[in-house]
């Protein structure tokens, strides 16, 4: 899976690395137009809820991090074909496949709704700057750390098992493993615990280690639970080795309340 891995890995960081070149060249009209949805509509006690009702594709759109939420990072939509795309990767073990597919776009368990999108952080020019400066700024987004998130609410306690099943494959599965995806394969040969996330009502941050070729990359994955919702962020970076994605985690989980 190493030429596919890296290939998603390309299209996001450029992808919204031409986002940043649009907004810097076309001033800040669109980023007062995205996220200002009131994001604190649900009832607080949803987690405390056993028959919670999940909601839906249009809800989670409205409570998914977005441009507003953080001027550092570049935001760009993603699309079916990329959630299409991350359903076809298993594991040579299937109690890792929910695991692989957490990085693929793919929420465990049957989800009420989905909501989707890629992040960079890398700070925006401000319109008028030269073009040497903006240059160098879409150089270095393509070497920033690329993060996928995507929200899945839940019928009942759906989110929980969901949560816990990827748990349960990241210690299954902590000695290594392998993915396919597009008919490539790629040997994960560590899945450990990663930095301290806060917030929620659960959280599992795990660092996962990739022998692409004789080559090492260091992914981060992050799901977070917030009652019957469970994002899960998913980070690379052509660097070779992705940042744990606080800043997102932080504002997402601060979007569900």
Known sequence: MRTALVRRTVLTASAVSLALLATACGGEKADKADGKTDTKAS????????????????ELAKLLVAQADLADHTFKEATPAEAAAGATATSDKPECKVLVQAQAFVPAGTPSGTARTKAIATPKPAAGTSPDDMAKAITGALGSTATTVTLASYEGKGAEEAFAAVKTASEKCSGGYSATQDGETTKIT?????????????ALPLTIELDADGEKLTTQLV???????????????????????????????????
């Open 190 to 202: 560590k899945a450990a615990p990663g930095a301290a996330v806060t917030g929620g009502d659960e």
């Open 223 to 257: 799901l977070v639970r917030k009652g019957n919702t469970v994002a899960t962020f998913s980070s690379l970076s052509l660097a070779g080795i992705a940042e744990q994605p606080k800043a997102l985690v932080d504002a997402q989980v601060k979007k569900l309340g």
């Open 43 to 58: 009832a607080p006690a949803t987690s405390a809820a056993p028959a919670a009702k999940g909601k839906t594709d249009a």
